[in-house]
């Protein structure tokens, strides 16, 4: 099987369980990428899910950039493709059967548990995550110092990002 028909088919059905957006699965987008079709290395996936976090646009720009990484723009076009339509159909019908509900109750009720899942979801991935990508001890404080400032204080994200950038380039992670 060509590596663009793999690449679309595997985004696309990664898609159909990205509830919570692609942040939400970024462990078995991680175990995709670099453990099981090996096209990518884990300080690339680290850099492209850094690069896509400080850009502006959708939070699905990692796959993006794997695809572009492996096939140039075309890659890049099929694999931002591949992980976009699926979720959006299913969510084009689901919209629809919720408008059409009549009790308000039932409506809030099936919103705010698929807030709740897509919360729980990406906390429980930024954790996965974690422990994937820190290989130091340096990097395990900042991922801590990083969620106490996060939780303790109003500091616009921005900061938090230019102190992690510091750090790297002085050498510290």
Not at 75 to 98: D, E, K, N, Y
Not at 130 to 159: C, D, E, F, K
Not at 164 to 171: H, K, T
Request: aromatic share 12%; charged share 5%.
């Amino acid at each position: 099987m060509s590596i663009l028909l793999s690449l679309f088919l595997k985004l696309s059905a990664f898609s159909l369980i990205a509830f919570g957006g692609v942040n939400a699965l970024l462990p078995v987008l991680f175990d995709l990428a670099v453990n099981q079709e090996h096209w990518i290395d884990v300080q690339t996936f680290s850099d492209y899910f850094a690069i896509a976090q400080a850009a502006p646009g959708p939070n699905f720009m990692t796959v993006t950039l794997i695809g572009w990484h492996i096939y140039g723009v075309l890659g890049a076009l099929l694999a931002t493709f591949a992980v976009s339509w699926p979720s959006s159909i299913m969510i084009f019908f689901l919209q629809r059967f919720i408008m059409r509900m009549k009790n308000p109750l039932s409506k809030k009720t099936i919103q705010y548990s698929a807030a709740a899942l897509a919360i729980g979801l990406v906390l429980s991935s930024a954790f996965e995550i974690a422990l994937q990508i820190n290989h130091s001890m340096a990097a395990y404080v900042l991922t801590i110092g990083t969620i106490a400032i996060t939780l303790l204080t109003r500091w616009h994200p921005l900061y938090l990002i230019a102190i992690g950038g510091a750090l790297g380039v002085l050498g510290f992670i």
